[in-house]
């Protein structure tokens, strides 16, 4: 664990970090610094110690002005340079600087200034050597200036490139985890959507046919009051679900008397076909073929889809009778839910949140819905969901 603080102190402290690398390279520039070093008079003067204390301390401000402290260091080393030093030491703040630029800049842009910074630091070097003597020796030194210049901007070049796929992977991830969010809230709103819209629907019409028998028929209009009590019951229940994964608490263990429900599938349509009749709606369910389960979403989304149409026959079709009919076939499973002897919505495809939410349920599992007029009359929706490898 020490280690690994250690080794990202730089990444936290990033202007601390700086001050430490400007000052440990100007350490090293003037314990460089020595009279055998100076070619013509043996003593380095006040200017090469300036020029060499200007060419690493700027360093402290490399990531936020790196061009301007590249200038500053390539102009301090060509004086140093210049008045006769000879120590390659001097060299560490230009190539930290030129590596800065390389990092903090595309390469169109800090190669040329790498460039013009080689040349200036070339020419201080044979300013300084040019009243000694021209040798193998100065252009051998020379060469080894460029390539360290060279492999800094390389390095950098490379740290750029890393940091910036780096950079795009993390951008995609989050685009990534923004989508699965908004997927998920999609889901939840559709869920809300059928929970709030069916139940309520059933409370209505038992509400209104109370309220009608009230006072001629109590035992119907207590049947009435039995069946609202009950939705509303089974409302709550899957409010209460939805709720819980709208707010999960992982620090939180689940209390004793809370109530975990399964996802509803096809087993549960019995149950809401029954409500539905209780609301007034005959429907009758058949099943063809040997059913074989479907994946949990896949069958939420069927039990959902099913739910939905029955809702819409409750709402603009309440003296129609229903039917459900679930197909099972080797590759897809197929539900119907029809009515007949009532008028059909207006439009003759999809439309309103309800069916809009059929749709979008389907293609999440590669099915597809088709809802509209029956030739023999009423109205129909079809889902169809292929089954997975």
């Known amino acids: 664990m020490n280690s690994a603080r250690w080794s990202t102190w730089p990444t936290r402290h990033p202007y601390l970090a700086d001050a430490v690398l400007a000052g440990f390279v100007t350490y090293v520039a003037l314990l460089g610094i020595a009279p055998s070093d100076v070619l013509n008079s043996g003593d380095p003067g006040p200017v090469a110690y300036t020029a060499a204390v200007l060419g690493a301390a700027p360093l402290v401000l490399r990531r936020r002005y790196p061009v301007l ?11 140093f340079y210049g008045s006769g030093c000879k120590t390659s030491l001097g060299l560490l703040g230009p190539l930290a600087a030129i590596y800065t630029v390389a990092v903090r800049h595309p390469l169109q842009r800090s190669v040329p200034i790498s460039a013009g910074v080689i040349l200036l630091i070339s020419s201080g070097v044979v300013h300084g050597v040019a009243d000694f003597r021209w040798a193998a020796a100065s252009f051998a030194g020379i060469l080894f200036g460029v390539t360290q210049a060279v492999i800094a901007v390389t390095l950098g070049y490379a740290i750029r490139v890393r940091g910036e796929q780096a950079e795009r992977l993390r951008h995609e991830r989050d685009l990534e985890a923004e989508r699965a969010v908004t997927e998920e809230r999609m889901r939840i709103a559709h869920e809300l959507h059928d929970v709030v819209a069916h139940h309520l629907s059933v409370v209505s019409v038992q509400a209104s046919l109370a309220r009608y028998v009230l006072d001629s028929d109590l035992e119907t209009a207590r049947e009435a009051l039995n069946t609202i009590s009950a939705t509303t019951t089974g409302s709550l229940d899957e409010l209460g679900r939805l709720l819980r994964v709208l707010r999960p608490s992982l620090d939180e263990k689940p209390h004793a ?61 309440p003296s129609a009778t229903a039917e459900v009919v679930v197909r099972h076939d080797a590759d897809a499973v197929t539900v119907l839910v029809r009515n007949e002897g009532a008028p059909a919505p207006k439009a003759g495809r999809p439309s309103g949140h309800g069916l809009i939410g059929m749709c979008e349920r389907a293609k999440m599992y590669g099915g597809t819905v088709e809802a509209g007029r029956r030739p023999e009359g009423g109205f129909q929706v079809a889902l169809r969901i292929p089954r997975g490898d």
Not at 262 to 281: A, F, H, K, N, W
Request: charged fraction near 20%; include cysteine.
């Open 257 to 317: 008397g809370t109530r975990f429900l399964p996802q509803p599938g096809l087993d549960e349509l019995p149950v809401l076909l029954e409500r539905v009749r209780s609301s007034g709606v005959p429907v009758e369910l058949s099943v063809e073929g040997e059913p074989r389960a479907l994946s949990p979403g896949a069958e939420l989304c069927a039990y959902r889809v099913v739910q939905e149409a029955l809702t819409n026959v409750l709402k603009h079709a």
């Open 69 to 79: 402290v590249l200038v500053v260091v390539a102009v301090s080393l060509a004086v």
